[in-house]
């Protein structure tokens, strides 16, 4: 494949540092972990807090559902596009910018006097979040490189598992200092100084080089993809009020819509356009398909799990939003510390460290299924801890190694772009896992007459069964490959050029 075949053409990376790498580099990736933890934390924090909502704003369930849903669906729909954007015009813009707006739908969501305020901000909030997202994963491309962006990715990845792992144990506790009917409204509040800090640090830290080759904004794809996503979102965000047996037929206009997308975004390239995701990222990008495909499976069952064990701990034993949260600590410690390690790893055994944390995640959460389903009841949640704590150690060794082996070899021009459809799969996939999972959850102990046992242990099973396809879908890349550990040189005009510090 010669130069100008590659995705970006073989032309200098944007933001490439010319003269060795950026000395606050390290700073300015804690104020992006901080920001991600934040705006990731707010898809599960929320949840916990839904009861009281309800209660002081004389809510319905299907009005106060959409303060969890909504955040989740705009937040989809902003992540290919806000990648895009900041390829083009700088990432620390759109981080700043989109920082700031969610600091103030913050402020509007705790001070929502009505339900559909609170709606509405939640829909903005999940837009400036989306922003931001993709902002983080670029920035780590643009800023390091070598075994220095395993680690960071490291960093990153602890930071998305810890966060979905800790949103209950966050929210309870907020509800446990912050008491009385308004009590909810510090779950917002409390991003306030967190944000306006990111804010202030980001001004100082973040790199300021120079933006990508602005060209044109594909107008039609932006509306083919965000159509498409929508489509499949919509329904998944509903199924509490029944989206998915009423919706259904969103599911194949989804798919035709990003059928078309592709199709689209191929004749554009052909054309020697400017599309808003470049096909050869698929194609031609090393290990980008594959792990886009092992993270949106991943997420299926990654994210619809929190939910199953929230509902089993405190409708089934009757624990308090803080101790469930509590009770599953240990897949956040073990997740947390696993991903930091395996940053420093990745880089020597490559996708078989995929493959090794997959299967500790199966043999976790399949224990911990176990026991929670026949351990006596006084014993189960504390024999299940040391299960969990495997399956988090072993999910550490996924995520972050993932986002690193997919993100590894796309140009830094298209980091952006290339790290919001990343997202955009973990999104659909994680819609998919909290749609379904508490539906079987729930199904199941309508026809057992509440065996809350057999109904988290048949939602387990079947998250079990998405991340065995990741699974697949990694250990066969690995085949594919020779079983090789180590991480591919750069090639030839990469490694002799000034930009291979950017790219390799």
Not at 187 to 197: C, E, K, L, M, Q
Request: net charge positive; aromatic share 8%.
């Amino acid at each position: 494949m010669t130069s100008s075949s590659r995705p970006g053409g073989g032309r200098p990376a944007a933001n490439a540092p010319a003269e060795g790498p950026d000395p606050n580099r390290w700073r300015a990736l804690w104020v992006t972990l901080v920001a991600g933890f934040m705006i990731l934390l707010d898809v599960t924090i929320v949840a916990v807090a839904l009861p009281s909502m309800q209660r002081n704003l004389h809510a319905s369930p299907a009005q106060v559902q959409w303060v969890v849903s909504g955040y989740a669906l705009t937040f989809a729909l902003a992540l290919v596009l806000a990648g895009r954007v900041g390829d083009a015009v700088g990432r620390r813009r759109v981080f700043l910018l989109a920082m700031a707006a969610f600091v103030m739908c913050s402020v509007a969501a705790g001070a929502a006097a009505t339900v559909t305020l609170l709606v509405v901000a939640r829909l903005a909030q999940g837009l400036a979040a989306g922003c931001l997202a993709p902002q983080n994963s670029a920035l780590i491309q643009q800023l390091f490189s070598g075994e220095e962006r395993g680690r960071a990715f490291g960093f990153f990845g602890a930071t998305v598992g810890l966060s979905a792992a800790v949103g209950p144990i966050t929210g309870g506790l907020i509800l446990a200092l912050a008491t009385g009917p308004q009590g909810w409204r510090w779950i917002f509040y409390v991003n306030v100084p967190i944000g306006a800090a990111a804010v202030l640090l980001g001004r100082r830290l973040l790199p300021r080089g120079e933006p990508g080759r602005r060209g044109h904004l594909d107008l039609p794809g932006v509306l083919l993809l965000g159509t498409g996503v929508l489509a499949l979102m919509f329904p998944l965000v509903q199924a509490d009020s029944g989206g998915i047996a009423r919706l259904w037929w969103l599911f194949p206009l989804g798919l035709v819509l990003l059928a078309g997308f592709a199709g689209w975004e191929r004749h554009i390239l052909i054309h020697g356009g400017e599309p808003l995701f470049d096909p050869r990222l698929i194609t031609e990008t090393r290990g980008y398909a594959t792990g886009a495909g092992v993270a949106t499976l991943y997420f299926i069952g990654f994210s619809g799990v929190w939910l199953v064990f929230a509902l089993f701990f405190q409708n089934g034993l009757g624990f308090t939003p803080l101790q469930s949260g509590l009770a599953v600590t240990p897949f956040a410690v073990g997740s947390a510390g696993a991903a930091v390690v395996a940053g420093r790893l990745v880089e020597r055994l490559g996708r078989l460290l995929t493959v090794w944390g997959l299967t500790a995640v199966m043999a976790g959460l399949g224990a911990a299924a176990l026991l929670l389903c026949f351990a006596p009841t006084h014993i189960a949640v504390w024999a299940a801890a040391p299960a969990l704590l495997v399956g988090g150690m072993g999910s550490g060794f996924v995520i972050s190694p993932n986002v690193t082996m997919t993100l590894r070899d796309v140009p830094v021009r298209m980091a952006g772009a290339a790290g919001g459809a990343l997202q955009t799969g973990q999104r659909l996939g994680g819609a998919v896992g909290t749609a379904v999972l508490p539906g079987l959850y729930y199904v199941v102990l309508g026809s057992t007459r509440h065996d809350f046992r057999a109904a988290v242990a048949a939602a387990i099973g079947v998250a079990l069964v998405a991340i065995a396809a990741a699974l697949g879908v990694a250990a066969a890349d690995w085949r594919r490959d020779g079983g090789a550990h180590p991480a591919r040189p750069c090639p030839p005009e990469v490694a002799h050029s000034h930009t291979h510090a950017a790219q390799c």
